[in-house]
């Protein structure tokens, strides 16, 4: 017996995998000897014609870093303008205590004065060992020779910036796209839509576990890009899980340089859509990334998830599934053992309770093999767990409730996260 799922459409344009600066912008980093690597552990985005727009959503993580305490502040101190970022990694700089915050705001102190600008003009990035602090001292004369006069306005600099975001990730990632939006004078302007993000352990939904940065050259006041933000995050980055734990330093900042000479983008006007769009899509592939390196990982899975009564339990029930560690096993294991997909629908929770699920009205596909309607299907599983052997493992389900849908990412769960997480002090 066969059972066909209809295609699941991601209706959003193509992106490239790749840095692309927008303009206003310019970048740098620099190895300062946080990482004891010697990695790239210091960078710096700064704006080139005045301040930017920016929007962000934080950790929900009753225990936030200071950068996140930082730029919470300067956000609503500046009404959402920023002429800069400060990112380190290899220090979380979180459950630090008053000193820890003073750091991150001498930090933030120097960085301004070498602009020109007042400190709540600055936002903060930081990633690594919660319960280390930042060397301060070793880091000034770093913003001293960098600022302003080693910033690059290319893709050299965000490419660098994607680079020294890393920790334990294995590679940068990056995603951009050219659209065009109506200038001032009606005729249309190329925009940039970018991003660099960092993040494949302590990774969960609730503003998931990482560091993103999304840059644009539209002009776009700060209400117009929180309102923009917010449900993009809530489709992306709150749908994408490896571990199930979630962080105290977690950041998606949103800027606009309005360098590209469109004219003001409005909420839920055309432009408004597009821009919105291209985000998502950006922000989508980021997602994606950070879930195909989550650590120790050798699998991307993607739950697509159809027949939801509405997307709070769509997206709910697809982030069960990514989330089980059974189900990451699986996959690792090359198991096609929907059973264990079964079982993590059962347990999918929204805020409001459970999302229902109706055994004769299930649906699940693995690797575009039915394998449960209603009840067991008949499959040849060497042949699926063949199919399963692949850099992506997609599962297919469909509720039969209603019409709304969702997607969520993860990855499998291996020896080799165990290993890395074991010693991650050491």
């Known amino acids: 017996m066969t059972v066909a799922l209809a295609p699941f459409v991601v209706d959003l344009p193509a992106v490239e995998a790749r840095p692309r600066m927008p303009a206003g912008f310019r970048a740098v980093a620099v190895a300062t000897g946080i990482k004891s690597s010697g990695g790239l552990d210091l960078g710096v985005l700064a704006t080139t014609g005045g301040a930017a727009s920016a929007a962000a959503t934080f950790t ?7 950068s996140v305490q930082l730029s919470r502040a300067n956000l609503e101190r500046s009404g959402g303008r920023t002429c800069a970022v400060l990112s380190t990694s290899g220090c979380a700089n979180a459950a630090t205590g008053p000193a820890g915050d003073r750091d991150q705001a001498a930090l933030a102190d120097a960085l301004a004065d070498r602009l020109g600008v007042g400190p709540e003009l600055t936002l903060a990035l930081a990633t690594g060992l919660i319960g280390s ?7 000034r004369p770093w913003l001293d020779r960098l600022v302003p006069d080693r910033l690059m306005p ?7 910036l994607a680079e020294q975001l890393r920790t334990t990730d294995t590679r940068s990632k990056a995603a951009s796209l050219r659209i065009k939006l109506p200038g001032r004078d009606g005729r249309h302007r190329g925009v940039i839509v970018c991003g660099v993000a960092k993040g494949v352990g302590m990774i969960h939904p609730r503003m998931a576990t990482m560091l993103a940065l999304l840059l644009t050259d539209a002009t776009v006041e700060p209400a ?6 917010g449900p993009i995050v809530e489709r992306t980055w709150n749908q994408l899980t490896v571990d199930g734990d979630t962080s105290t330093n977690d950041t998606v900042f949103l800027l606009a340089s309005g360098s590209a000479g469109t004219a003001p983008v409005e909420a839920g006007s055309p432009a408004g859509q597009a821009l919105a769009r291209a985000l998502e899509a950006v922000a989508r592939s980021l997602a994606r990334q ?3 390196d989550g650590e120790g990982a050798t699998t991307l899975v993607t739950c697509q998830v159809s027949g939801g009564r509405d997307t709070v339990e769509a997206r709910a029930a697809a982030r069960a599934v990514v989330a089980s560690s059974l189900v ?8 096609p053992n929907w059973g264990r997909i079964a079982a993590a629908l059962g347990n999918a929770h929204t805020g409001a309770g459970p999302v229902p699920v109706d055994p004769d009205r299930l649906t699940i596909a693995i690797a575009g093999v039915s394998v449960y309607a209603g009840e067991p299907l008949p499959f040849d599983r060497d042949v699926l767990a063949a199919r399963m052997d692949a850099p992506e493992v997609v599962i297919r389900v469909d509720l039969g409730q209603g019409e709304a849908a969702a997607e969520a990412f993860g990855c ?7 290993v890395e997480n074991s010693t991650y002090t050491t």
């Open 224 to 229: 117009v890009l929180r309102t923009i933000l």
């Open 60 to 66: 929900t993580n009753r225990l936030p870093a200071a």
């Open 290 to 292: 950070q879930a195909a």
């Open 133 to 139: 602090r930042l060397p301060v001292d070793a880091m």
């Open 154 to 160: 290319g893709d050299t600099g965000l490419a660098a």
């Open 412 to 418: 499998d769960l291996t020896e080799q996260y165990v």
């Open 328 to 335: 990451k096993a699986a996959i690792h294991g090359r198991d």
